[in-house]
């Protein structure tokens, strides 16, 4: 197996679907490589774009208030997406994209291990947990793949268009805590 900086050294150059050809930087991802905690949104919007890393556009900062209501935040866990390009105009990218994309993250999954990983929204939940997951009605559920736990949460720029959606995501925040203390406490005492 690939080591982590050759694997983020090759992702940089990659050119598997034409998202290269638009952007301006390849969003690898951040936080700890170390964590068992792996979050994972979408793709790149224009600030990730321009800046290279993902979530620090007004999704990402509602992300940090998420992580912070249940005590984590960037350094405790790792945060990546499910493409690594910015999809023009912000569109949600296509299953081709999705399919060039990947094994850049199934690297970085064999790489980490998680135990526990946090889809941000509709399309990695249906990336990584099942094609039909439906994210108003299985949100804060609990699926078991392959030895991991998987819980999809509405997307950051979902609660910024409907507050009212709120609450429930702080249940699931709430159950994620709680679940990190279980399988893996170290997150908190570390
Ligand atoms: N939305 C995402 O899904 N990922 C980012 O990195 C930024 C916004």
């Not at 998202?19 to 936080?31: C, I, K, M």
């Not at 790149?44 to 900062?61: H, R, W």
């Not at 998987?150 to 409907?162: C, E, G, V």
């Amino acid at each position: 197996m690939t080591d982590w900086i050759t694997l983020q050294n090759d992702c940089m150059n990659c050119r598997k679907c034409a998202l290269h050809e638009t952007r301006h930087n390849v969003v690898f991802g951040v936080g700890n490589v170390h964590s068992p905690v792996l979050l994972i949104g979408e793709g790149p919007g224009e600030q990730e774009d321009l800046k290279g890393e993902p979530f620090v556009g007004p999704a990402g900062k509602l992300l940090d208030d998420m992580l912070e209501l249940i005590d984590l935040d960037r350094t405790k866990v790792y945060i990546a997406n499910i493409v690594k390009c910015r999809p023009p105009r912000n569109r949600d990218p296509q299953n081709q994209e999705q399919d060039a994309c990947r094994p850049w993250l199934d690297a970085q999954i064999q790489l980490i291990q998680p135990k526990i990983i946090i889809c941000l929204g509709r399309i990695a939940a249906m990336g990584l947990i099942k094609p039909d997951f439906k994210i108003t009605r299985e949100h804060g559920t609990w699926f078991d793949i392959d030895g991991r736990r998987y819980m999809a949460i509405y997307h950051p720029s979902a609660l910024l268009r409907d507050p009212s959606k709120r609450p429930e995501t702080f249940v699931d925040l709430r159950e994620i805590r709680g679940e990190i203390r279980r399988i893996c406490p170290e997150v908190y005492h570390g």
